[in-house]
């Protein structure tokens, strides 16, 4: 428990020293305490909105015993001297637009002061741009908007009325407000908890408008007790795998303030950005309240914006070395802006910027990869106005000593047919074809080889090369090829994959050929779903009858899971003749005729 009993503990015990004669000899040490009192009724008022950018004064009232004052503004010293009620904004004005301003008033006298709370104000939006509310939640309609998690805590984000609880928010801050508060919760209680938006934003850009601005705002109360107390705004712009703090309070006190977040930078021309509050009380603390949670946009209708470049193709045209080239479909940008992240276009990695290149500038050499690795890039452009949308994603193989042109899988019923083929090679011994299937795919991990096949050795003609990876389940399968040198070193390609699609029914097919001699092949399937309604395997026979009736052979006896197979029947020793095989299940049965001829 952290809570503070309050000082009628430390008076009582200052009064008992010094009435005992015994203690009183020894030196005590007593905190001393400021007798000038804190600055009050700030004006404009803590979270005041909407103030103009020029022609503001700040006035406050100072407590009893002030000589002289400090006043700070954003954290920086703007005054200091003596006594004074008001403070003129002139000498810093014109302030921006749409921005949240600290600030500090001390009180003192000539051997001691006392401060007052951070107050703030935010200022007006800019008259010249549109604006336009993308979100907005004041909880009169309760969570519906929010999911809420436990991240270890005893107590969660609450649904809660602004009379609760003591809180401290600006006057627009009303009815219901979204809170952690470990107060309420009582003695003995922590919370570790996040409310995240259930909806996704999309920042890629609307063609005809610039956008100027994209930030976050709400009203706040966030009251600490230690440096253990953590409160974080925080933003996913690849759909919740990586989070970003945008706004973080940790062991100080923000209360009574309406907070402005501009994430122009981080969340523009992305699309599926998740946005989280995040808090951590690790004790019977006190609360963060939020109201009037409001996402915003502003954008200029007659801005210039640069149109997106197009055709992005990337080559690894030698040794650490990926050449890009694009088409440029803008006549007023300032620059390109080149992007990259490692991995394929689907991995979660963040993209960074890479390099900036001249107007009217078509490509670009990036000499800083790694052999053997994967990258992905992107290229946006810009002008006075703001960015235009990314070009198309491109991803590439940085040089191997084998050059791979091409890999790729072709499903063919229940078989996966490889194909790869290379430009150069140089002491290619031979390639390793590796598997991973359904879960593993996740782990990237437990690859397996199913095969391999030998290379050229040193050679600058193109070579094909193909692999059948053969009577597979049902399923999602993931190759790469292990290229190996005769000196025992290797490297591995990108990663392919393919699925063998579940059948939906039992089927028992034709032998082929029909009439055999003496070899034929036999395929069945067996359906994901059986008639139960269950997915399972299952009991599975397959045999041969002759003309008579009687069992022949038993191809097949025992639990198959779902997925098509093929067996091999060999009739060396029977005659010549019809014969029948029978496919069974508890759930089905099939029979069909075939023809041995000698």
């Not at 009064?15 to 005992?20: A, K, V």
């Not at 977040?261 to 006190?286: A, C, K, Y």
């Not at 078989?415 to 011994?429: D, K, R, Y």
């Not at 049902?474 to 190996?484: A, E, V, W």
């Amino acid at each position: 428990m952290k809570k503070n009993k309050g000082s009628l503990f430390v008076l009582i015990s200052t009064l008992f020293i010094f009435s005992n004669p015994l203690i009183a000899q020894e030196k005590v040490d007593v905190e001393f305490v400021c007798p000038v009192g804190a600055p009050t009724n700030p004006n404009p008022p803590s979270g005041a909105t909407n103030l103009p950018i020029t022609g503001n004064t700040l006035t406050w009232t100072n407590g009893a015993g002030t000589l002289l004052n400090e006043v700070y503004i954003e954290g920086t010293l703007v005054y200091s001297g003596n006594a004074i009620t008001k403070f003129s904004l002139t000498p810093i004005e014109p302030l921006n637009y749409n921005t949240t301003y600290n600030w500090r008033v001390v009180c003192k006298n000539d051997t001691c002061g006392t401060s007052g709370p951070n107050w703030t104000f935010t200022t007006m939006q800019d008259p010249l741009l549109s604006y336009v509310e993308i979100f907005f939640d004041d909880f009169t309609a309760g969570l519906g908007n929010w999911t809420i998690t436990n991240d270890g805590g005893v107590c969660v984000w609450m649904l809660l009325s602004i009379s609760s609880n003591a809180y401290t928010l600006p006057a627009t801050a009303q009815g219901n407000i979204l809170a952690a508060d470990s107060d309420l919760c009582g003695s003995g209680t922590s919370i570790r908890s996040t409310a995240i938006i259930n909806d996704s934003f999309d920042f890629l850009g609307i063609a005809h408008f610039c956008y100027y601005s994209i930030w976050i705002e709400f009203d706040s109360d966030w009251r600490i007790i230690d440096s253990e107390d953590e409160a974080h705004v925080e933003i996913s712009t690849n759909g919740g795998f990586n989070w970003i703090s945008v706004w973080s309070k940790v062991g100080i006190d923000a209360r009574n303030s309406h907070e402005v977040i501009d994430i122009s930078s981080i969340v523009r021309n992305h699309e599926g950005v998740r946005i989280r509050l995040r808090t951590i009380q690790p004790g019977w603390d006190w609360w963060w309240a939020v109201d009037n949670f409001r996402i915003s946009t502003s954008y200029c209708l007659s801005c210039p914006q640069p149109v997106q470049p197009s055709n992005l193709i990337a080559s690894a045209t030698g040794y650490q070395e990926v050449t890009l080239n694009w088409q440029d479909n803008s006549n007023n940008e300032i620059q390109f802006i080149v992007e990259r992240k490692e991995g394929d276009s689907l991995s979660t990695n963040m993209f960074a910027i890479l390099d900036s290149v001249p107007a009217n500038t078509t490509s670009h050499i990036d000499n800083s990869v790694t052999d053997s690795s994967v990258y992905t890039y992107r290229v946006k452009t810009y002008n006075q106005c703001c960015h235009s949308r990314y070009s198309n994603l491109v991803q590439v193989l940085a040089w191997i000593p084998v050059e791979l042109v091409s890999f790729s899988a072709n499903v063919m019923n229940n078989n996966v047919e490889l194909s790869w083929i290379t430009a150069t090679e140089l002491n290619n011994s031979r390639f390793e074809i590796q598997r991973l299937k359904d879960y593993k795919i996740t782990e990237l991990q437990d690859w397996e080889e199913v095969g391999f096949v030998e290379g050229k050795g040193t050679t600058t003609e193109t070579q094909y090369y193909s692999f059948t990876d053969k009577n597979l389940s049902s399923g999602k399968y993931q190759y790469r090829l292990r290229q190996i040198d005769f000196n025992g070193s290797y490297e591995y390609s990108y990663v392919i994959e393919a699925e063998i699609e579940m059948p939906n029914e039992f089927l028992l097919g034709q032998n082929y050929p029909n009439p055999f001699n003496p070899t034929t092949k036999i395929k069945y399937q067996i359906p994901s779903v059986i008639a139960s309604g269950t997915k399972q395997s299952q009991m599975i026979s397959l045999k041969v009858y002759d003309i008579l009736g009687r069992e022949v052979l038993t191809l097949v006896n025992e639990e198959k899971q779902p997925g098509v197979y093929e067996v091999d029947f060999d009739a060396s020793g029977l005659s010549s003749g019809i014969y029948y095989y029978e496919l069974k299940s508890r759930e089905f049965r099939s029979i069909k005729k075939m023809v041995l001829l000698r």
